[in-house]
């Protein structure tokens, strides 16, 4: 079964400073993968995903994720945060050979920016 | 667009007693799946409906159940709760069975005492 991992659950930053939060997902089967954002008493919104093609992807609001299947990982950065991108975040894969499109999901990373 | 709607939003019940959650999903699609999510964990797979039939199953018992109507709403049951099926309920909407883009409600809180 696929599993993931998120390798942070806390990243406190300052405003203006680099990120990244790391994930690392289990199986080298073809997969979908996905980045979720998460505001406090809010449902998830979808971040950026990736299904094919190009390894690098990127969100409208700056944020970009690699995927590496050699590593089995798909990695999110950010080069300049800011105070409203507080928030939880989760990687979350697909299994493109299972019916369906259940997600599966990490633990999530709480990114705290500060000023 | 109205996007995913749940309710309600917020819910208490007692042990043993029984729960409906329902879920009206983004104008368009027609494929809902059903998350739950405990306090500090991300969100975890129960089931998906698509053409009002189950079509794939999370780690989850027999008394989580659910139903999808012609309109495409669906609803989640829960019977004989217990205190650890204390979470945010999810569903999210999707086009068709291998949709790749899944939008998320705002979930239902449900709190068991």
């Known amino acids: 079964a696929q599993s993931v991992t998120q390798l942070d659950s806390q990243v406190p930053v300052f405003e203006e400073a680099p990120v990244e939060l790391r994930c690392n997902y289990s199986s080298s089967v073809s997969v979908y993968l996905f980045w979720y954002v998460q505001y406090p008493n809010q449902g998830l919104q979808l971040l950026l995903k990736y299904l094919s093609g190009s390894t690098l992807v990127e969100s409208i609001n700056g944020f970009e994720a690699e995927f590496n299947k050699s590593q089995t990982s798909f990695h999110l950065r950010k080069p300049s945060v800011h105070i409203s991108d507080t928030a939880e975040y989760f990687c979350a894969v697909s299994d493109i050979t299972q019916a369906g499109t259940a997600l599966i999901f990490g633990k999530g990373t709480t990114l705290s920016v500060s000023s | 667009d109205a996007g995913v709607t749940q309710s309600p939003t917020h819910l208490i019940k007692t042990r043993g007693q029984q729960v409906t959650l329902r879920c009206s999903p983004k104008?368009?699609?027609?494929?809902v799946s059903w998350y739950q999510q405990a306090l500090g964990q991300g969100p975890q797979f129960i089931f998906q409906?698509?053409?009002?039939?189950?079509?794939q199953r999370g780690n989850f018992p027999d008394r989580f159940s659910g139903h999808q109507f012609p309109n495409y709403s669906s609803e989640l049951n829960v019977n004989a709760l217990l205190l650890g099926d204390s979470a945010l309920y999810l569903c999210a909407s999707s086009f068709g069975q291998g949709g790749t883009e899944a939008f998320f409600g705002q979930g239902t809180r449900l709190t068991v005492v």
């Open positions: 409906y698509y053409e009002e039939e189950e079509r």
């Open positions: 104008s368009g699609h027609d494929t």
